[in-house]
C-alpha cells in the first residue's frame, strides 16, 4: 500500500506576530495560492476597522456575549488583547480538522501558547518584520489606527518579543511572495515529521511485523 504524506490528517498551523506584521495578507496568499488551507474566523469584541465585514475578518460581538459562549465552552482558546477579548470558535477547528484540511489561526501569543498545550502536534509560526522601524511604518501606513493605539501596539509587540522562543519557527516577512512559499514550504516539512505521521509509523510497523515473523518461521 502506498501512503502519500499529503493524506495524513490536517494540520493546526497558529500564525503569530506583531499587529502590523503583515499576517493578514500572507494569510490571505497562502489560502489563494495552494489548496487545503481553511481559516479560522474569531470572535472579538473589538470594532470592526473600515472595509470589515462580520463573519468574514472576525464574529464581531459584546462581551457579554463573548463571555456567554467562554461560559459554554464554545472556544478553543481566547485572549484579551489592548482591551479586547479575541478567540478561536471550537466547532469550526473541530470539523475541519476531521476533514484533513490546514487550519490556520492567527492569534497572538498567550492563545498560541494554549494551542500548543491543547494540540502538542501543532505548527506554531512567528511571523515578523525585518526590523523595528518597518513595523511603526506599516502600522502608521495602514492609516486605521490612532497613534495613540499604535504606541499601545508597539509596546505590545515589545512584550511578545520576549514569548518568540516558544515557535516552532521565524518567518521574516520582507519579501511577501517569498514568505508566502517559506510558509507553505515549513507546512509542508511538518507534514513530514514523524510526530504527524504515528499512523503511518504504526500501519508499516504493523506489516513489517508481519513479514518478520515470516522470517523466523
Ligand atoms: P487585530 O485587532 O489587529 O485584528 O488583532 C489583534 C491581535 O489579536 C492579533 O495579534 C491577532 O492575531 C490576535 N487574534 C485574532 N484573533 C484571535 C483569537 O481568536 N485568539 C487570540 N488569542 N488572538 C487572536
Redesign the pocket.
Known amino acids: 500500500m502506498n501512503r502519500y504524506p499529503g493524506k495524513e490528517k490536517g494540520i493546526l498551523i497558529v500564525i503569530?506576530g506583531f499587529?502590523g506584521a503583515g499576517?493578514g495578507t500572507l494569510v490571505k496568499s497562502l489560502i489563494s495560492r495552494y489548496g487545503n488551507y481553511a481559516l479560522s474566523v474569531?470572535m472579538?469584541t473589538?470594532n470592526p476597522r473600515p472595509g470589515e465585514t462580520d463573519g468574514v475578518e472576525y464574529f464581531f460581538t459584546d462581551r457579554e456575549n463573548f463571555e456567554k459562549t467562554i461560559a459554554e465552552g464554545g472556544l478553543v482558546?481566547?485572549?484579551e488583547?489592548c482591551g479586547n477579548y479575541?478567540?478561536?470558535p471550537k466547532a469550526y477547528v473541530d470539523s475541519k480538522l476531521a476533514e484533513g484540511k490546514d487550519i490556520i489561526l492567527?492569534?497572538?501569543i498567550?492563545?498560541a501558547l494554549k494551542i500548543k498545550k491543547q494540540f502538542p502536534d501543532s505548527l506554531l509560526l512567528f511571523v515578523t518584520p525585518p526590523d523595528a522601524d518597518t513595523l511603526k511604518n506599516r502600522l502608521t501606513g495602514r492609516g486605521t489606527e490612532t497613534e495613540d493605539v499604535i504606541l499601545k501596539r508597539m509596546a505590545r509587540a515589545q512584550e511578545e518579543s520576549e514569548g518568540i522562543e516558544a515557535y516552532d519557527y521565524i518567518v521574516v516577512n520582507d519579501n511577501l511572495d517569498e514568505c508566502v512559499d517559506e510558509v507553505h514550504e515549513l507546512v509542508s516539512a511538518a507534514r513530514r515529521s514523524p510526530v504527524r505521521r504515528q499512523d503511518f509509523i504504526k500501519e508499516i510497523r504493523e506489516e513489517l511485523l508481519t513479514y518478520a515473523k515470516g522470517a523466523q518461521k
Request: net charge negative; proline share 0%.
Open positions: 503569530s499587529s499576517k474569531s472579538t473589538r482558546e481566547y485572549a488583547y479575541y478567540g478561536t492567527e492569534i497572538e498567550q492563545g
